[in-house]
């Protein structure tokens, strides 16, 4: 049973700086690229970051360019996403999602879903 499981959202201050997890469960790992999606109450799911297999390339949103990362174990089946300089518009459900290429994944064509993690910035 594939499993992506997100942890590490919660409330936090404009200008704070958070990272959320993504441990994966099911799949071979190293054989997925891996990303974060994040939806906004009333909006559609935005693609936010995705990343190669082998960590090598980055896609980034139009939103977040030069405020988040993303990075990844493959030892542990872990993805990361970093979040700095957080904005109230940041205010979302995040979620970890596994497809074939991360170019794939930039245009939402992903494998599997993790179930999200809410993320709010508060003014």
């Known amino acids: 049973q594939v499993q992506l499981v997100e942890s590490g959202g919660g409330l936090v201050q404009v200008g704070d700086s958070l990272r959320l997890s993504c441990a994966a469960s099911?799949?071979?790992?190293?054989?997925?690229?891996m990303g974060w999606f994040r939806q906004a109450p009333g909006k559609e799911r935005e693609f936010v970051l995705a990343?190669?297999?082998?960590?090598?390339?980055?896609y980034y949103g139009d939103s977040v360019k030069g405020r988040f990362t993303i990075s990844r174990d493959n030892a542990e089946s872990m993805v990361y996403l970093q979040m700095n300089n957080l904005k109230p518009e940041d205010t979302a459900v995040y979620y970890c999602?596994?497809?074939?290429?991360?170019?794939?994944?930039?245009?939402?064509?992903?494998?599997?879903w993790g179930q999200g993690t809410q993320v709010t910035v508060s003014s």
């Open positions: 990343l190669t297999w082998n960590g090598r390339l980055t």
């Open positions: 099911g799949i071979t790992f190293r054989n997925y690229a």
């Open positions: 999602a596994a497809g074939d290429t991360a170019l794939g994944l930039k245009s939402a064509k992903s494998n599997y």
